[in-house]
T-cell receptor, first 114, second 114 residues
Framework: GAGVSQSPSNKVTEKGKDVELRCDPI?????LYWYRQSLGQGLEFLIY????????KSGLPSDRFSAERTGGSVSTLTIQRTQQEDSAVYLC????????????FGPGTRLTVL | GNSVTQMEGPVTLSEEAFLTINCTYT??????LFWYVQYPGEGLQLLLK?????DKGSNKGFEATYRKETTSFHLEKGSVQVSDSAVYFC?????????????FGQGTTLQVKP
């Protein structure tokens, strides 16, 4: 596709369940970022991939959060044992690799933990 | 650490009014500065940017000037339209970090009434 896509667009889950969020970056983009947008915390960085490696995981809020990227393309953000405070919109962005380059954002996945 | 602070909203203006949304930053090094916009139901998109002191970013009638002496990047528009109603985020990137991750302000909701 032409832009960054994310799935699902909405996810409702029960507290304690695991969830997986998917991001398909723009083809050829080597850099991929995950951010979280929540009412209390605003828009915050979670993790950065360059290719399949994650040199910056400093924004992951706890060890319940993990992410991987395969084939230098698709990325999956996994949240284990979800808590209500995990409810947020999870945004993915990609760029063509250099830190200075523009990041293009996907539409986000709205996660609601009941 | 690095941070971005922007004025709280919501900001409500009449059409053709002058807009200012204040943004200040703290950073080590010399970051690039950005304004992103999120229209209702749409993803985050880059509005304008400035990469060094005294640079002026501009797009769609919006302007912002990188002021190193006041560590500010205020967004301005001379005459707003109803279609400008959106959430605006100020952000920085770079400085002491070379990963390209964005650090965002809390966002300011702008509502323009006809």
């Amino acid at each position: 596709g032409a832009g960054v896509s994310q799935s699902p667009s909405n996810k409702v889950t029960e507290k304690g369940k695991d969830v997986e969020l998917r991001c398909d970056p723009i083809s050829g983009h080597t850099a991929l970022y995950w951010y979280r947008q929540s009412l209390g915390q605003g828009l915050e960085f979670l993790i950065y991939f360059q290719g399949n490696s994650a040199p910056d995981k400093s924004g992951l809020p706890s060890d319940r959060f993990s992410a991987e990227r395969t084939g230098g393309s698709v990325s999956t953000l996994t949240i284990q044992r979800t808590q209500q405070e995990d409810s947020a919109v999870y945004l993915c962005a990609s760029s063509s690799g250099l830190a200075a380059n523009e990041q293009f954002f996907g539409p986000g996945t709205r996660l609601t933990v009941l | 650490g690095n941070s971005v602070t922007q004025m709280e909203g919501p900001v409500t203006l009449s059409e053709e009014a002058f807009l200012t949304i204040n943004c200040t930053y703290t950073a080590t090094g010399y970051p690039s500065l950005f304004w992103y916009v999120q229209y209702p139901g749409e993803g985050l998109q880059l509005l304008l940017k400035a990469t060094k002191a005294d640079d002026k970013g501009s797009n769609k009638g919006f302007e912002a000037t990188y002021r190193k002496e006041t560590t500010s990047f205020h967004l301005e528009k001379g005459s707003v339209q109803v279609s400008d109603s959106a959430v605006y985020f100020c952000a920085q990137k770079g400085g002491s970090s070379n990963t390209g991750k964005l650090i965002f302000g809390q966002g300011t909701t702008l509502q323009v009434k006809p």
